[in-house]
């Protein structure tokens, strides 16, 4: 069965400070989604990745970034951290069968203090 | 106004209880997915459908292409089917498959 698997899955930091979140697709995929919940708010997509390419994207704030790297894990890279990214940051990946599924991790949760 | 409009936002249910949760989207859209969220932030996906209706176990999924209306039904409701279930509609204007307009959810909790 698909998964995903996030790191850290909590991490507390200062305003403009650097985070860097990491998601490790189980098998790996060539596709992955990220998404961001506030504190009592619905998910929002971030982008999205396709054979290490941008394929979308959506309210990913200037100050963010990502990737997706050769052995197909992906990394969101957040820079001059605000109060407001505090958020649980979900990747999520397709399932390999025509479904439609969507596999997502744990999430990890970012603090900015 | 919100693309996507869940009600009931709170629903309590006695054990057993039928339940229906609604989702009515005003764009266009290419499939839509019913997805549920637990108190401590896992998500997991529930349904995709694009056009009628789908089953999986006690679970129910419709969808109404024409009226921009989907369902979720939870039949013989247990006190662990409680969660936020979360509409997500694909608009035709996301550019990938993941690229989702999500609903407020509807928190569920299912009384013993």
């Known amino acids: 069965a698909a998964g995903v698997i996030q790191s850290p899955r909590h991490l507390i930091k200062e305003k403009r400070e650097t985070a860097t979140l990491k998601c490790y697709p189980i098998p790996r995929h060539d596709t992955v989604y990220w998404y961001q919940q506030g504190p009592g708010q619905d998910p929002q997509f971030l982008i999205s990745f396709y054979e290490k390419m941008q394929s979308d994207k959506g309210s990913i704030p200037d100050r963010f970034s990502a990737q997706q790297f050769s052995d197909y894990h992906s990394e969101l890279n957040m820079s001059s951290l605000e109060l407001g990214d505090s958020a649980l940051y979900f990747c999520?990946?397709?399932?390999?069968?025509?479904?439609?599924?969507?596999?997502f991790g744990e999430g990890s949760r970012l603090t900015v203090l | 106004k919100n693309e996507v409009e869940q009600s009931p936002q709170n629903l309590t249910a006695q054990e057993g209880e039928f339940i229906t949760i609604n989702c009515s989207y005003s764009v266009g859209i290419s499939a839509l997915h019913w997805l549920q969220q637990h108190p401590g932030g896992g998500i997991v996906s529930l349904f995709m459908l694009s056009s009628g209706k789908k089953k999986h176990g006690r679970l129910i999924a419709t969808i109404n292409i024409q009226e921009k209306h989907s369902s979720l039904h939870i039949t013989a409701s247990h006190p662990r089917d409680s969660a936020v279930y979360i509409c997500a509609p694909h608009p035709y204007y996301g550019g990938s498959q993941g690229n989702l307009i999500f609903g407020k959810g509807t928190k569920l909790s299912v009384k013993p």
């Open positions: 999520a990946i397709p399932g390999h069968s025509n479904t439609g599924e969507l596999f």
